[in-house]
Nanobody, 122 residues
Framework: VQLQASGGGLVLPGGSLRLSCAAS????????MGWFRQAPGKERELLAA????????YYADFLKGRFAISGDNVKNTVYLQMNSLKPEDTADYYC????????????????WGQGTQVTVSS
């Protein structure tokens, strides 16, 4: 399984950004795709996840509806739309995959893309 994350960058507070994660290497029908982030000095945390067939999504409570995860089965790509961005959203963002169901702990996700950096600053 190969995951390629992209879309990070510098954005003003209150702005929006869409991250992409292109997946390859196998058929992902029974997989869950997740977006995590890790800020300097903090642990990596799960933000959102989606069952590849699209019938189940998970969001961390602290997001309060600002982020949305979606998938494109044709392009084998998962997206994270981030709105109303705040300076505290500054972090490296990672996509990950695991077989089965959503699990919060990072150690349960065996496949990871490289990080894409998001900086929210004026």
């Amino acid at each position: 399984v190969q995951l390629q994350a992209s879309g990070g960058g510098l954005v003003l507070p209150g702005g929006s950004l869409r991250l992409s994660c292109a997946a390859s290497g196998r058929t992902f029908g029974s997989y869950v795709m997740g977006w995590f982030r890790q800020a300097p000095g903090k642990e990596r945390e799960l933000l959102a996840a989606i069952k590849w067939n699209g019938d189940h999504t998970y969001y961390a409570d602290f997001l309060k509806g600002r982020f949305a995860i979606s998938g494109d089965n044709v392009k084998n790509t998962v997206y994270l739309q981030m709105n109303s961005l705040k300076p505290e959203d500054t972090a490296d963002y990672y996509c990950a995959a695991r077989y089965g169901t959503v699990v919060v702990g990072t150690k349960y996700w065996p496949y990871w893309g490289q990080g894409t950096q998001v900086t929210v600053s004026s």
